[in-house]
C-alpha cells in the first residue's frame, strides 16, 4: 500500500493528516442542515451536552479537578480511574458544537471546564486526578489499568479541538503542556511502558499535525511500537485484551478489547501516514479486512463478548450476546476514516455508513437523555425499569441509560454527533468527494485555488434520492464524486446533465465544467431486502435479517399480535420484504411451542405447537426500545 | 409435593438425610470395584489428591492457616479470599477416600491438616484466613463478596464427612465450634446477614443430621429465608448473581451464579426434607425442572455465560461460549441427588448420569493431574500450550491446565469422585434401588432388618449391558429396582429369572424371593443415535449432536483428515451413526469456503467453496483435548 501525499489542509476537523488521499473537510466548510443527522445534531446540541455535564457535576467528576487544585483529601475523588476523560471527551464535544453553530454561547462553559482542568494540572505537567498526590497510587504506578495516558490522550484530542476551532479557552495549552510532559517521561531511554488502554496515539499525532512539532509524532510511533511485546502482563483476559500479544505491525486481525483495539488501530494509521510507513499502513488495513470479513455484526457492530468487552474468534458473532459496544463504533468510524483519508477506498465510508445508522444513532433516545452502552441483535426479555437518578452498570441493554458507572459512550456520542460535518465530504486536486449523505451545504476549496460549492438534499435513509446542485462552480471543470454503497449493488442509478445511467458500487464521478445550478441525482433503491449470514456464523444458522437502505431492521414485541415473543416469529424469505406506513412488512408466521421437559429430543418427532401465518412487521434498528420495554430481534428463523 | 419420612440411617456418605423417599447407601455398603468409575477413583486416589495438596502447600494456602497461628503479617497471605475452602474440600475428599478404600494411609495427612486449621482457630470460633486480623478487612465487612460464610460450609462438610468416616482428625470439633459461633453471630436478632456465596445452608443441615442439634438447622432454615431481599446490594452483576433478587420460595427458576444458585437449591432442599417444609421443597423442585427445561447443555453442563459465571435466559446456550463449570456439575449432582432422595423420581437420577458422564469425567485428565473449568460444547481454537507451574486463568477451556488461580474445580471433582459410591444405590422398605450402572458390589440392610446384597458387572457405558447378580438373599421377597434411562426409550430389555421384557423408561422393579445368584440383566441399546435441539435454542439451530448411551460425543480437528477444522464439518443425519473401531462414524462432509469481503449477502447468492463427502468420526465429549490441542464441536450443521 503506497502513501499518497497531498497539500495539507487547515480543514477544522478532529483528523487532519499531512498527506493521503483525500483531504478532509469540517465546519464550516461543510454544514448539515436537516434530516435525520441534522435533527440528531440538533438533540446533541440542545440536550446531550448539558445532560453529560450536569451528570458529571453532580456524581463530582468534574470536581475532582477542584479538588485537587485545592487540595482536598484524595479519598474524596469521585468516579472511576478514567473518569478525567470523561470531561475531556465533553470538552471536545463542546469544542465542535461551537464550531458547527458558529455561535459562542457554549464558549464560558467551555472556559470553566478548561479553568478546572488546569488548575489541577501539576507544574512539571502532570495531570490526572487519580494518581500521584499523597493518599494515591503514585504516577504511573499501575500503566495496565491506570488510563493516565489515555486520559492524556482525550485531554490532547480536546485540546486540538479546541486550538482548531479557535475558543481560546486554554485547553490546548494544558494538552500541551500534558504532552510535553508525557514526552519527557517515555521518551525512549525513559519510561518504556506503554498505557493498557490505547488513545494517545492518535492523540499526539494530532498534536503533531496541529503544532508542527515532530516529537509528538516520534513519541506516538514509540507507543506503537513497544506495544505487543508483553510489558503489561497477563492482565486476566490475557495479552491479546491490551493488544500486547503481537506487535502491531505483525498483527493479522483486530482482536481483544474492541476500543483498545480500534483505538489503536486509528492511532497506528496516522503514524504510519505521516511517517510513510506504508508497511504499517498495510498491516492495518489488513487488519480492518479481517475483522470487517469474520468479526463485525451485521450492524457494523464490533466486540461479540461481554467478558473483557472483546472481539471474538472468527465468525463468532452471538446476536444475544453481542457487546458490540457504542464507544467501538465510536472508534470503528474513527478508524475507517483514517483508512479512507489515507486510501480513498469507498469500502471505507461503506462500514462507516453502516455504523453511523446502525450503532452510532442506535445508542442515543430520541430526547438524547439516555444511551445503550451495548447494542446486541437480540433482546431476549424486556428490559427492567432504568433508575433515572444513579448510574447504571454499562452492560445494560434493554433499555437506555441516563448514565452509566462507565460511562464513555454518552460523551463519545457527543463528539462524534458535534463533528459530523467532517465526516461527510473531502477533496483532492481533481475537485470534492461525498462519502455520507446528508442535507448539507459544502463549500471548498479546491487545490489549485477554485472555489467550489454545492448543496446535497435528500430524505435518506427513509429516501434514497440524493441531489446535489452546485452552488458555486469555478470556471473549468472539475469532478463531483459521490459514493455509491455497495448495498445497492446493481440497482443505482445517476441522473446527471445530459443523461442518466446505471452506476457501479464505490466512488462514480461526474468531471465537467459545472454550472451553477446543474444538478447529479443519484438514485438508490431503499425498498427492503433480505439479507442471509455467512454459512460459518453458527450463532445465526438458519436466519435471515432484513435490511432496507444502510439500515437493519429489527423485529419488535411491540408490533407483534397479542403480546407474542419476537422468539415465536419465523418469516419467509420466498416473499419480498414491502414498506408500508413507515415500516416494513413480510411474510411469516407465529410460533407457540409447548414447554420441553429437556429440549433435546431425536429427529422426527415434532416438537409440537402451533403456527399461525402472520404479517411481521419490522422497523429500524437504531429506533429499538424507543416505544417502551420490548423484546427484539434482527435474525429471524425462516419458515419451515 | 409431600415429603415421605423414612427411618434415619447411619450411611456413611455426604448427604443423610432424616427422612426422604430413599435412603442413601455408601461406603463400605457400595463398593465400586472397577470399569469407568472405578478407574478415575483409582486415579483420584493416586494421582489427583496428592496433586492438589502439592500446588496447595506451594502456592502457600495450606500455610496461611499455621500464618494466622504464628501471628505473621497478614501480607504474606496467599490466594484468594475463598482459598481456605479449597483446603476443606480436599480434607473432605480424603476422608471419603480413606472410607473408599478402607485403609489408614491418609490418616497422617488428614490429621496434619486438620492440626494446621484447628490452629488458626479463634477462640471464639471464628476461622478464616482472610479476615479479622490487624492489617485485614474486618470479620464479616463484606458478606457479599468475603466468602467467610461459605468456607465454614466446606469447613463443616469436611467435618461431617470426617465424623461420619470416623478419621479421629479433629475437624469435625473444629467444624462444630465454628457452626456454633457462626450461630451465635447470625442468629435472629443478631446479625441478620448472609453470605454471598451460599453453600453453608446445606452443610448446617448436614451437621443437624450428623449430631441431632436443631439449631442448625434453624439457622440454614433462617439463611434460606433471609435470601432474595436485596441484602446484599446490586454487586455489578444484579441482585440475581447472588440468588438475592427473589426468595428461594417464591423463584421460579435457577438463574444467577449457576454454582451459587445450586449450591442454594440443594442447600434449600435440605431445609425443606428436614423441616417437613413441603412448599419450599415444591419450589426448589420447580426450579430444576424449568432450568433442566430450558437452562442446561446436552451434557447437563449449566451456566452459559462467561460474564458472572452465570445461568443465562431461557434457551440461550450458546454451545462455543458455554460456561458449564466444572463446579457447577458438581453441584448440579448434588441439587439431583438431594432431590431423588426426597422424591424417589428417576429423572434426577437421569440428570446425575448425565452430568457425571460430561461434565464432571470431562474435567480431570485422563492422568487426574489437569482439569478443564469451563466446559463449552465448541472449542473454536487449538488451545494454547499451558503453563506447567503457574495457576491459570480459570476460563482457559481449551486445555486443562494444572491449577487455576480460583481453583475450585479440582478439589471438587476429587471429593465427588472420592464419594461417588454414595451416589450408585439406595434402600428404601422393599427393597434395593440401583440408580448408576458400575462395577459395584452392594450388601446393605433391609429397613426389616434383613441383609441384602448385588454385585453389578457391566461394562457401561462402552457397552449397555448391566448385569446384577444376587449375592446376599435372606428368606421372603424383596426387591430389586433398576433406572432405566430416559435415553433408552422404548429400547430396553430386562431379562429375569423366568423371562425377558420390554421395559419403559423410569425404575423397573423385580419383586421375587431371591436365590443366591440369581441374576437381573438389563440391556440398554447404547448404540449412536441423532439428537436434535429444541427450536427455541437459537445457538444451535441447524445442528444435530450424536450421543450414545449416556454419553455425548464430539469431533475433534484430531479426527479429520488434512487437518481440517471441525467447522468444516457437515452431517447427514438421514444417515445412522455406526459403532467403528471404539469410535463412532457419521456420513457428512467437509466443506471449505472462500474468505467473504463481508460475511453478509443477498439470498440466493452461492457463497462458493467445495465440498466433499466424508466419514466422520466421533468420541465422547469427556475425552476431548486428550490428544492434544484441537478445534471440537458438539453441535454439526446438516449438510443441505
Not at 472 to 495: C, D, F, M
Amino acid at each position: 500500500m503506497s502513501i499518497v501525499v497531498t497539500p495539507a489542509t487547515d480543514a477544522i476537523a478532529p483528523v487532519v493528516p499531512r498527506s493521503g488521499r483525500l483531504r478532509p473537510l469540517g465546519p464550516p466548510a461543510v454544514r448539515i442542515t436537516g434530516g435525520f443527522w441534522g435533527q440528531r445534531q440538533q438533540i446533541n446540541a440542545s440536550a446531550t451536552l448539558e445532560h453529560c455535564l450536569s451528570w458529571m457535576e453532580r456524581l463530582g467528576w468534574v470536581g475532582n479537578f477542584r479538588a485537587v487544585a485545592d487540595r482536598l483529601p484524595p479519598e474524596h475523588r469521585a468516579g472511576r480511574e478514567f473518569a478525567d476523560s470523561e470531561i475531556y471527551k465533553l470538552a471536545e464535544a463542546m469544542a465542535w458544537e461551537s464550531a458547527r453553530t458558529g455561535d459562542s454561547s457554549l464558549a464560558p462553559t467551555i472556559r470553566k471546564l478548561a479553568a478546572d482542568v488546569a488548575a489541577a494540572q501539576q507544574p512539571d505537567g502532570y495531570l490526572n486526578t487519580a494518581f500521584g498526590r499523597p493518599g494515591q497510587a503514585a504516577r504511573y504506578s499501575d500503566l495496565a489499568w491506570g488510563h493516565e495516558l489515555y486520559c492524556y490522550g482525550h485531554l490532547i484530542q480536546a485540546g486540538v479541538a479546541a486550538a482548531r476551532v479557535g475558543d481560546g479557552s486554554g485547553l490546548t495549552e494544558v494538552a500541551v503542556r500534558a504532552a510535553d510532559h508525557v514526552r519527557r517521561t517515555f521518551a525512549a531511554g525513559a519510561n518504556d511502558g506503554i498505557c493498557g488502554h490505547p488513545g494517545i496515539e492518535m492523540a499526539l499525532v494530532e498534536l503533531a499535525r496541529l503544532t508542527g512539532e515532530q516529537g509528538y509524532l516520534d513519541q506516538a510511533a514509540l507507543f506503537v511500537e513497544r506495544r505487543g511485546l508483553g510489558r503489561l502482563g497477563d492482565a486476566g483476559f490475557g495479552r491479546a485484551y491490551h493488544q500486547d500479544d503481537v506487535p502491531v505491525r505483525a498483527a493479522t486481525v483486530l482482536r481483544g478489547h474492541a476500543v483498545r483495539a480500534l483505538y489503536l488501530a486509528a492511532g497506528a494509521v496516522d503514524v504510519a501516514v505521516e511517517t510513510g510507513d506504508a508497511a504499517l499502513l498495510t498491516a492495518v488495513a489488513a487488519q480492518w479486512e479481517a475483522a470487517v470479513a469474520r468479526r463485525t455484526y451485521l450492524t457494523g457492530g464490533m466486540g461479540s463478548h461481554h467478558t473483557g468487552e472483546s472481539f471474538g474468534a472468527d465468525f463468532a458473532l452471538p446476536p444475544d450476546r453481542a457487546y458490540s459496544e457504542t464507544c467501538a463504533g465510536v472508534a470503528a468510524v474513527m478508524l475507517s476514516w483514517r483508512l479512507l483519508l489515507a486510501t480513498g477506498d469507498a469500502r471505507y465510508a461503506d462500514l462507516i455508513e453502516r455504523t453511523l445508522f446502525n450503532v452510532v444513532a442506535t445508542s442515543p433516545s430520541a430526547d438524547g437523555r439516555s444511551f445503550f452502552y451495548a447494542n446486541p441483535l437480540h433482546e431476549r426479555s424486556r428490559a427492567e425499569p432504568i433508575p433515572p437518578d444513579v448510574p447504571s452498570p454499562h452492560a445494560v441493554s434493554g433499555a437506555r441509560a441516563p448514565w452509566f458507572t462507565v460511562s464513555c459512550c454518552p460523551t463519545n456520542v457527543a463528539r462524534m454527533l458535534a463533528s459530523l460535518s467532517a465526516y461527510v465530504a473531502t477533496v483532492d486536486d481533481q475537485g470534492l468527494q461525498i462519502h455520507q449523505f446528508a442535507d448539507a451545504e459544502i463549500r471548498t476549496t479546491l487545490a489549485d485555488g477554485r472555489a467550489v460549492g454545492v448543496r446535497m438534499r435528500t430524505d435518506y435513509p427513509a429516501d434514497g434520492v440524493v441531489s446535489v446542485e452546485v452552488t458555486h462552480a469555478p470556471p473549468g471543470t472539475w469532478t463531483i464524486s459521490l459514493r455509491v454503497p455497495s448495498w445497492a449493488r446493481g440497482r443505482a442509478v445517476l441522473r446527471e446533465p445530459g443523461g442518466t445511467r446505471p452506476v457501479l458500487t464505490g466512488p462514480v464521478a461526474v468531471t465537467r465544467a459545472f454550472a451553477h445550478g446543474d444538478r447529479l441525482r443519484l438514485e438508490l433503491p431503499v425498498t427492503p431486502r433480505w439479507t442471509v449470514p455467512d454459512p460459518r456464523i453458527d450463532a445465526v444458522r438458519g436466519t435471515v435479517a432484513v435490511e432496507r437502505g444502510p439500515l437493519v431492521l429489527c423485529v419488535e414485541s411491540t408490533d407483534l399480535p397479542d403480546d407474542a415473543d419476537v422468539d415465536a416469529v419465523r418469516v419467509d424469505p420466498s416473499v419480498a420484504p414491502v414498506d408500508r406506513d413507515g415500516a416494513v412488512v413480510v411474510a411469516g408466521e407465529l410460533v407457540r411451542l409447548p414447554s420441553p421437559s429437556w429440549p433435546y429430543r431425536a429427529p422426527g418427532i415434532s416438537p409440537g405447537g402451533t403456527r399461525r401465518a402472520a404479517e411481521i412487521t419490522l422497523r429500524p434498528y437504531h429506533s429499538r426500545a424507543g416505544r417502551g420495554p420490548a423484546t427484539m430481534r434482527v435474525w429471524l428463523p425462516e419458515v419451515h
